[in-house]
């Protein structure tokens, strides 16, 4: 089996997840920016995580010969700070051109605040400005619907955007439908308790079909597990999907969907 983690916090995992995604099949990691489990308190946290995303992370990756890509921002935990937000947006900039950038993210809502709205209306400017692809964080459980739809409506007021260069992450079965028919990319994220089960995800490939759509499993500071798709590909197999369809959502289409970066090198093999 081969696949693609697209969306993986792997600051926040230990080198043994690392060695087990590589025996696993995993062919590359994609990381996007986000909290560090607590509340930075000053820009220069941002700059130390960024230097960590786009130098330190990838060499650990490459310890077992994994790519490491990554995207930038504050995320929408800490953007209540409007201040410190300018700050890092500021020095997002100097990051952009690292080797190992494929865009802005994960950016979005947490809380649905006004704060919040602004500082993402903020980085869909500096995204948009610099040509760069969109990573969005939708927020949980009963305000997902009502905050994808708020994300939604900001991207598409902006005709600078185009919806095929923005994934729309964290969809479950009552948002995937609008994002989908908007012409936006869909990621599911798949936890063990909240975001999508497994099963659950294979629901929504079944009713919703397998374009603009891709597998992840976040892997973060809470309860996650690295091994989120390949085990999903598993129970893809059981339920009787051939090995085309799978490959096709576990690894081409994060391929289809970051190749759109002139940055991603699609793995060896395609």
């Not at 600078?160 to 990319?185: A, K, N, Q, S, Y």
Request: hydrophobic share 35%; aromatic share 8%; with cysteine.
């Amino acid at each position: 089996m081969r696949y693609i983690e697209p969306h993986g916090h792997m600051v926040s995992r230990t080198t043994d997840d690392y060695q087990a995604m590589a025996i696993a099949g995993c062919q590359a990691v994609s990381e996007p920016a986000f909290w560090a489990g607590f509340d930075r308190s000053s820009v220069q946290g941002f700059y130390d995580y960024f230097c960590q995303l786009t130098q330190h992370e990838p060499r650990r990756a490459a310890m077992f010969g994994l790519p490491h890509y990554t995207w930038l921002c504050i995320n929408p935990k800490e953007s209540e700070d409007l201040k410190l937000a300018d700050e890092v947006l500021s020095i997002i900039l100097e990051f952009m051109d690292c080797p190992n950038v494929l865009g802005i993210g994960e950016i979005g809502l947490n809380k649905n605040s006004r704060n919040e709205m602004l500082v993402l209306e903020k980085h869909i400017d500096l995204a948009a400005s610099n040509d760069q692809l969109i990573l969005v964080h939708t927020p949980h459980l009963e305000d997902k619907r009502k905050g994808t739809q708020l994300i939604l409506d900001v991207l598409k007021s902006d005709s600078r955007i185009r919806p095929e260069r923005c994934i729309i992450d964290h969809v479950e079965e009552h948002t995937v439908g609008m994002v989908l028919d908007d012409g936006f990319w869909a990621g599911m994220t798949l936890y063990p308790e909240t975001k999508c089960t497994s099963n659950r995800a294979i629901d929504i490939l079944e009713l919703y079909g397998n374009e603009r759509i891709w597998m992840n499993s976040a892997c973060d500071w809470g309860i996650s597990v690295p091994l989120a798709v390949p085990r999903a590909a598993q129970e893809m197999k059981r339920r009787g999907c051939n090995s085309r369809q799978i490959d096709k959502v576990i690894y081409q289409n994060p391929i289809e969907f970051m190749s759109q970066s002139p940055r991603f090198n699609t793995p060896e093999g395609l």
